[in-house]
């Protein structure tokens, strides 16, 4: 079993981050000022993911049942274009959706605290951002991943980068290096006094236009003063007796979740087995299905219609599941969206319960490690490359081989289509788990797993998250897989019903909090990275 508490935990991908938000809890904020103080804190702990210069999703339960579900999700500039990352022969320029100026959506994460706060948060702001400040000042020792890390973007953050700053002030980083982040101090200085304005307005926002002057990006002040955060209706679905609640467009991770989900309920996967052949059948072919409509409904629904009661429905699933045969992989060539989509893991996702029982699901993201690799001259903070999470050209793959169509081509002011799926389980009303993973295509994947590993295999929630993963997205027709994740007998069982299957590096990081039966909170922290679970 994981670590238990009493009443309150916070679970996220770094231990000075941990920390900060159990200290806040503990002096009477509650989840929702833990997050904040704990998404301030993973913006310069863990510059790989957290952000200021990025975007995310948050999902809020409040102790009564309420539920609030924030996008903070970052949006094309004005001056974005649908073929913007194509030459003159319509096809895409190697690299331009992910490396460098032109990578940049307009960030949210600022603003997405900020209205988070103004309206569930209970200290002032001030107090939440301080730790972040101070942790900025006196710098913090490199683990052996996150020197690996950022050695790994050592490269493309030089490549792009027009004015010195602490990421590349060494050529190779070690273990136990102290990285201090000053310039990203005095930014957060800025946002401390000014709020949202110390940010979107004035110095900060003159760093980030004048950054994107020198390296020919789209941002201007008139992108950042535009930006607004939107609370979204929440994506719910039952599975077995639990009540899933979960994040909607402009992600596709709730769906995806939800309809897979609503494809495997009818098995009994307790008897099936854990990674059994025929258990890893039918989540594959459910995923398959599930990602086949993400690739052509999915996009922003403040710019085109989804049905997403209809997809997430038991029926609609149903009739996608008819030509499901239990003994034959379903080609994907064969699976059509209905009528009514290798690498370590660069996002971020916290789990929070405070000891009045309100919950936080958070999964914030920069898309690759370290974005664009742009570092805002002065202003000491990496900027994301979320652009590529937009169809840049029909059945062109993004960087998690995700294909898409019209409903998430580039538009100004649209948010990209993301995976992220920050998600809260009730059961009979209760609380009962708050999860979430990075990892792109691969998330909605990995809450399912995780869910299910608690759910019908009767694991803990370290044992849960811990377990190994496997993944299928339609395209690529493969499923990929962690190392021992799946026998070989039991692969070979697959391949005989037509799947093709891979070895892939770690799947998701899930950060997860169980509600045990006695009310107590056991903590799941992904032993796949750094991450720490701390309480009370
Ligand atoms: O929003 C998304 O789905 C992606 N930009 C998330 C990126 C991610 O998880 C990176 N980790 N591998």
């Excluded at 102290?178 to 307005?201: C, Q």
């Excluded at 405070?354 to 570092?375: F, H, P, Q």
């Amino acid at each position: 079993m994981g670590m238990v508490t009493d009443s309150a935990m916070v679970v996220s991908a770094h231990p000075l981050a941990t920390a900060v938000g159990v200290h806040v809890l503990q002096r009477g904020g509650n989840a929702v000022d833990a997050a904040v103080a704990v998404h301030w804190a993973l913006a310069v702990v863990a510059p790989w993911a957290g952000n200021i210069g990025g975007g995310g999703l948050m999902v809020v339960r409040s102790a009564d049942g309420t539920v609030h579900t924030l996008d903070f999700r970052e949006m094309a500039p004005l001056a974005a274009h649908r073929d913007m990352y194509l030459d003159e022969h319509g096809q895409p320029i190697s690299k331009l959706s992910l490396v460098g100026h032109k990578a940049v959506g307009v960030p949210g994460s600022v603003a997405g605290l900020f209205t988070a706060h103004d309206s569930l948060g209970r200290l002032p702001m001030a107090e939440l951002i301080q730790p972040a400040i101070e942790l900025a000042q006196s710098g913090f020792t490199l683990t052996a991943l996150e020197a690996k890390e950022l050695n790994a973007k050592l490269p493309g953050i030089r490549s792009v980068c027009t004015r010195p700053n602490p990421f590349t002030s060494k050529v190779q980083w070690h273990k136990g290096d102290t990285l201090r982040l000053p310039e990203l101090a005095s930014t957060l200085i800025r946002i401390r006094d000014g709020g949202v304005d110390g940010f979107y307005r004035g110095h900060t926002a003159d760093l980030i236009v004048d950054e994107m002057r020198r390296g020919a990006g789209l941002l201007t002040h008139a992108d950042l003063t535009s930006y607004q955060p939107v609370w979204r209706e929440p994506v719910k679905g039952n599975y077995r007796d639990m009540e899933i609640i979960t994040m909607g467009p402009p992600s596709s991770g709730g769906i995806v979740l939800i309809q897979a989900l609503k494809a495997i309920e009818d098995m009994d996967l307790s008897r099936t087995g854990w990674q059994k052949a025929a258990t890893v059948h039918r989540i594959v072919e459910a995923e398959r299905r599930a990602f086949a409509d993400r690739a052509k409904h999915l996009g922003d629904p403040d710019f085109v219609d989804i049905p997403s009661e209809r997809l997430i429905s038991k029926e609609y699933m149903a009739q996608r599941m008819s030509d499901f045969d239990c003994h034959r992989a379903t080609p994907s060539s064969a699976i059509h969206a209905g009528d009514p989509l290798a690498e370590s893991e660069h996002t971020t996702h916290f789990s929070i319960v405070d000891e009045e029982g309100n919950a936080v699901s958070c999964t914030t993201t920069l898309n690759a490690s370290y974005g664009s690799g742009v570092v805002v001259g002065e202003g000491g903070f990496v900027l994301n490359n979320e652009m590529d999470d937009f169809s840049i050209a029909p059945s062109v793959p993004n960087r998690f081989g995700l294909v898409g169509s019209q409903a998430n081509i580039i538009e100004p002011g649209k948010r990209m289509l993301s995976s992220m799926a920050p998600t809260i389980v009730t059961r009979q009303g209760q609380l009962f788990m708050v999860l979430g993973s990075p990892g792109g295509a691969t998330i909605p994947t990995s809450v399912l797993q995780t869910v299910v590993n608690l759910a019908d295999h009767g694991m803990s929630a370290k044992q849960a998250v811990a377990a190994p993963r496997f993944h299928h997205q339609w395209r690529p027709d493969t499923i990929l897989m962690e190392a021992n994740a799946i026998t070989t007998e039991d692969s070979l069982a697959l391949v005989k019903m037509g799947h093709t299957l891979m070895v892939r590096p770690p799947i998701g990081r899930v950060d997860a909090i169980l509600v045990l039966p006695d009310g107590r909170l056991e903590a799941g922290a992904d032993p796949r990275g750094d991450d720490a679970a701390a309480g009370y």
